[in-house]
């Protein structure tokens, strides 16, 4: 069965940079982001005591299905979550500036973990899924530096889970990083061209 038979590919999120990594990489898609209650059903899988990295990968399921109700059932979507875990607690996305400097604050000079998760869903079935976890340690820099970080960056801090993005000034708050360096910018992109091929979206 050829690519245009099985359809196109939806990316069902609204991350600007799962996007750029897409289409960078020459993937076709189309964007259909899924809304849902992130938060909430993060707690949810927290308190039913979901492992983080099995909590990032039923997130990213969830947001694929949300999304498949509204596409043709041969259509292949692609849902991702990303979920941070620091001495045992999942942190997420920053609400505001405040925010984001008490959590860099805590997690300088510290390690932490980022699980990063993709689905791939066709028929509202998974027939791909990948979770990479990331071993991050930040340096210990200064409250002066960690200011300038925060005026320098504006929003952005706020669109990214652990208030960073490793593409940009981010980098700059680490000393470390062990694992796929895709997969903290938010996709494991290249087992994910892997199954796009397989899949026939991409060519082999």
Do not use: N
Request: charged share 30%; proline share 4%; net charge positive.
């Amino acid at each position: 069965m050829s690519a245009i038979e099985k359809g196109p590919l939806v990316l069902a999120s609204a991350s600007a940079v799962r996007a750029r990594l897409l289409s960078a990489a020459g993937v076709p898609f189309r964007v259909m982001p899924a809304d849902l209650p992130e938060a909430e059903l993060r707690g949810e899988l927290h308190a039913a005591g979901r492992r983080a990295a099995e909590a990032a990968a039923e997130l990213a399921r969830r947001k694929a299905l949300a999304v498949a109700e509204q596409v043709p059932a041969r259509d292949l979507l692609l849902g991702a979550d990303q979920l941070l875990e620091f001495e045992g607690e999942w942190l997420g996305k920053c609400a505001d500036r405040e925010a984001a400097s008490r959590l860099l604050r805590r997690l300088r000079g510290r390690r932490h973990r980022l699980f990063t998760a993709a689905v791939l869903v066709r028929e509202k079935t998974v027939v791909w899924h990948r979770v990479e976890r990331v071993e991050l340690e930040m340096r210990p820099f200064s409250d002066a530096f960690l200011r300038r970080y925060l005026d320098r960056c504006g929003e952005a801090v706020l669109r990214a889970v652990g208030a960073y993005e490793l593409e940009g000034p981010g980098a700059q708050l680490f000393a470390r990083i062990e694992g796929d360096f895709f997969a903290v910018l938010g996709l494991p992109l290249l087992p994910l061209l892997e199954a796009l091929r397989r899949e026939a979206v991409l060519e082999s």
